[in-house]
């Protein structure tokens, strides 16, 4: 169980466009999903928090206006990329909380991430 | 601000002997510490916790140590294996919501 999802896995996009990357939970429902961003080497940094019918919550230095974030489900968001640029390219992994049922506060599941290349 | 690092960027032990990963972390109100591992191309996968009002816990083949004290966190991995190579995070909570990863240590075990 607790199985998070991601597609797609990988994608290339050129410079300028807007990629959407999807963050699924499978066997549960998540009132919270995060957003992680992953430089090679690096730690993750959390960007947006998501949550299910409202705004997303963005850390400090994320521009919400580049990353759209839409919690519209309890098992799903999405990232969207706006305006792609080669400065962009990382490695995108979300994370989610299930909803009111686990006896863990901080208990997330992580999904297998997206590794994004824009040229 | 809140921050959580490492004091070793790679480790290398050979297998079957212990492997030790420490984690400095500075936000004295985080309620819980966990430890993640994460292979290459793949999402962080939960190893093991510990709440704030501990200061060991145990699980399989691995333990967690808290000093307060000293904002000090350690992963002890036990007869450690080939399979036990990967980067190694160690994170905190605040409050128990959102989750702060440090830098990461990878460990390479020889056979």
């Known amino acids: 169980g607790a199985v998070v999802s991601q597609h797609p896995s990988r994608v290339i996009c050129k410079s300028g466009t807007s990629v959407k990357i999807e963050c699924r939970s499978l066997d549960f429902q998540a009132t919270t999903m995060f957003w992680y961003r992953q430089f090679p080497k690096k730690s993750l940094m959390l960007m947006a928090t998501s949550n299910e019918g409202s705004k997303a919550t963005y850390e400090q230095g994320v521009e919400k206006d580049k990353f759209l974030i839409n919690h519209a489900s309890l098992t799903l968001s999405t990232l969207t990329v706006t305006s792609a640029h080669p400065e962009d390219s990382s490695f995108y992994i979300c994370s989610a909380r299930e909803a009111g049922g686990t006896v863990i506060p901080h208990e997330q599941f992580f999904g297998p991430g997206t590794r994004l290349t824009v040229l | 601000g809140e921050s959580v690092g490492l004091h070793l960027p790679t480790l290398s032990v050979q297998e079957g002997d212990n492997s030790i990963i420490n984690c400095a972390y500075s936000?004295?109100?985080?309620?819980?510490f966990i430890w993640y591992k994460q292979e290459s191309g793949k999402g962080p996968q939960f190893i093991i916790d510990?709440?704030?009002?501990?200061d060991k816990r145990q699980g399989q083949r691995v333990t967690v140590l808290l000093n307060k004290t000293v904002k000090h966190l350690s992963l002890q991995i036990a007869a450690t294996q080939p399979g036990d190579s990967a980067v190694y995070f160690c994170?905190?909570?605040?409050?128990?919501?959102?989750?702060?990863f440090g830098a990461g240590t990878r460990l390479f075990v020889k056979a």
């Open positions: 936000n004295s109100a985080s309620d819980y």
């Open positions: 994170a905190e909570s605040p409050g128990g919501f959102k989750t702060i």
């Open positions: 510990i709440r704030s009002n501990m």
